[in-house]
T-cell receptor, first 123, second 113 residues
Framework: GAVVSQHPSWVICKSGTSVKIECRSL??????MFWYRQFPKQSLMLMAT?????????EQGVEKDKFLINHASLTLSTLTVTSAHPEDSSFYIC???????????????????FGPGTRLTVL | AQSVAQPEDQVNVAEGNPLTVKCTYS??????LFWYVQYPNRGLQFLLK??????LVKGSYGFEAEFNKSQTSFHLKKPSALVSDSALYFC???????????FGKGTMLLVSP
């Protein structure tokens, strides 16, 4: 299946600093990527949809200025947590719909391929 | 709107016994249904999906799920559980008209030796 990577896999930062998380589709192009947040023992909550070449679409209740998303290319989306606070500590997961080896725009049959996640701890 | 319910927070089963993890869904149209597994501090791994066709779907690691339209259910099953199956399992649904997945809250499966 298609591979999605995330970097870093874990990060510890001080309160007030900004942290950038990268999500890459390694063997396929993704015009769309999704960013999720997962609290311990809870489900994944969709934060935003990252769109290549246009602004991200944020879910209700997600602060756009707090969680900056940039879809720089067809294989890279970044999530920057600005002025991080301890309550931002969480597991962040990205995903991309696609067909392995395909450059086509995803169809409704496509799976979502998930990155391994990034554990953010804000002290 | 689309939603998923996983009524059990945790399922306990002895190794070698059959297991079932329950999932019901709600969508306005025809659903795409998925099961994912998550191991500690890891991302989600795809197990299986229902798109169309046979109601019984076979997936990775011996798992299968049965799509039941009348009961709006998509329960995950395995005939003989392994200790290594212990993990967090998520059911997810997507209406065919939308690109985003909605996840259930997850069910922790614990398989005892």
């Amino acid at each position: 299946g298609a591979v999605v990577s995330q970097h870093p896999s874990w990060v510890i930062c001080k309160s007030g600093t900004s942290v950038k998380i990268e999500c890459r589709s390694l063997d396929f192009q993704a015009t769309t990527m999704f960013w999720y947040r997962q609290f311990p023992k809870q489900s994944l909550m969709l934060m935003a949809t990252s769109n290549e070449g246009s602004k991200a679409t944020y879910e209700q209740g997600v602060e756009k200025d707090k969680f900056l998303i940039n879809h720089a290319s067809l294989t890279l989306s970044t999530l920057t947590v600005t002025s991080a606070h301890p309550e931002d500590s969480s597991f962040y997961i990205c995903s991309a719909p696609g067909l392995a080896g395909s450059t086509r725009t995803p169809t409704s049959y496509n799976e979502q391929f998930f990155g391994p996640g990034t554990r953010l701890t804000v002290l | 709107a689309q939603s998923v319910a996983q009524p059990e927070d945790q399922v306990n089963v002895a190794e070698g016994n059959p297991l079932t993890v329950k999932c019901t869904y709600s969508v306005s149209g025809n659903p795409y249904l998925f099961w994912y597994v998550q191991y500690p501090n890891r991302g989600l791994q795809f197990l299986l999906k229902y798109i169309t066709g046979d109601n019984l779907v076979k997936g990775s690691y011996g798992f299968e799920a049965e799509f039941n339209k009348s009961q709006t259910s998509f329960h995950l099953k395995k005939p003989s559980a392994l200790v290594s199956d212990s993990a967090l399992y998520f059911c997810a649904v997507r209406d065919r008209g939308y690109s985003t997945l909605t996840f259930g809250k997850g069910t922790m499966l614990l398989v005892s030796p």
